[in-house]
């Protein structure tokens, strides 16, 4: 009689400071674009689950469920202290916390203090260099040693999330880690976001990769409208709002040449992710106070009153 595998599965919480590359290593590891990247601090505004199944070296499976987080800081808008609110807010009930940092910054006082904090939650802290590709390897290994003499980390990994350099290694080591629990995901799925919010969330990174300044920081965008039609093909209807009317112009561009742009990029990253043609009809609304409206919290999961 053959006898029923064992599995493992549990949840990886990835917290680090805005930029650190928190989405591009859920990303890699997850090997689907699940959460936005941009050049650009505090990017990732929710909690975004990511689905990475693996089979041991046994021939059992295990699912980690990788949580990324917005960037931690020290926040002063509703909408920043709402995010980083949500950042910590999973740490208590997950099974492993990565704590990533970029090489090229320095180890400083607010990278010291998140350590602190999750220390209190977690004294087990995986550590993750993350970007070595940007840093010569003298100045690595005196990045590792300052890191270690600082913290006895449970292990030290050290990746690119970009190009992928050491990510197998932690994925393995993760899998192995998972407690014994039977799989809470199927297969198929690599995210717990509703593709209308995944949909946004494409659009806000072309907005965050191609506007400066201040801009990204204050828009929201919406999926308003989602219609298959008989041939597959799906319409899809943002509206993005912004809460000065002074960056209506900017958005929309000369001609309309700027909104149009990012309508293209965003349309291409939306039929690689759903396999399908869309069409996708972009507005741009102004929104008094949009930031102070509970419901705009509420839809992605954040607290309004953190
Ligand atoms: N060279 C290099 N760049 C990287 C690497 N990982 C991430 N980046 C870049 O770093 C920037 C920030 O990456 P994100 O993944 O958005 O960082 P994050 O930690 O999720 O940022 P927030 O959501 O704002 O907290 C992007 O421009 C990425 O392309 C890496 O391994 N090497
Ligand atoms: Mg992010």
Redesign the pocket.
């Known amino acids: 009689m053959s006898q029923k595998l064992n599995t493992k599965s549990g949840f990886v919480n990835i917290l680090?400071?805005?930029?650190?590359?928190?989405?591009?290593?859920i990303n890699t590891l997850v090997g689907s674009k699940i959460?936005?990247?941009?050049?650009?601090?505090?990017?990732?505004r929710f909690c975004v689950r990511g689905i990475c199944n693996f089979t041991l070296s046994d021939k059992s499976q295990s699912q980690v469920i990788l949580i990324?987080t917005?960037?931690v800081f020290s926040a002063k808008r509703r909408l920043d202290k709402a995010m980083v609110s949500a950042a910590w807010s999973e740490l208590g009930h997950s099974d492993k916390v990565i704590f990533?940092h970029?090489v090229t910054k320095s180890l400083d006082d607010n990278t010291i203090d998140i350590l602190k904090k999750i220390e209190k939650v977690k004294v087990n802290i995986i550590l993750v260099l993350?970007?070595?590709?940007?840093l010569k390897k003298e100045k690595l290994l005196s990045k590792i040693s300052e890191f270690k003499s600082f913290y006895n980390f449970e292990k030290t990994f050290l990746?690119?999330?970009?190009?992928g350099n050491g990510c197998k290694e932690l994925v393995e080591y993760l899998a192995f880690s998972m407690p014994s629990h039977p799989l809470m995901y199927d297969d198929q799925t690599v995210s717990d976001l509703p593709q209308s919010i995944l949909a946004s969330e494409i659009t806000r990174e072309k907005l965050f990769q191609s506007l400066n300044k201040e801009l990204p920081y204050n828009l929201m965008v919406e999926t308003e409208k989602w219609d298959v039609n008989k041939d597959k093909s799906i319409n899809i209807q943002q509206t993005i709002y912004i809460n000065k009317n002074s960056h209506k112009p900017i958005i929309l561009g000369k001609s309309g040449q700027n909104i149009k742009r990012i309508g293209i990029l965003s349309r291409k990253d939306l039929e690689k992710l759903f396999k399908t043609k869309i069409h996708l009809f972009l507005f741009v609304k102004f929104k008094k106070n949009w930031m102070e409206d509970p419901s705009n919290y509420k839809n992605i999961g954040l607290d309004y009153n953190a």
């Open positions: 680090g400071v805005p930029n650190s590359g928190k989405s591009t290593l959460s936005i990247v941009s050049h650009k601090v505090q990017t990732t990324d917005p960037g990533i970029d993350n970007k070595i590709d940007l990746i690119s999330a970009k190009n």
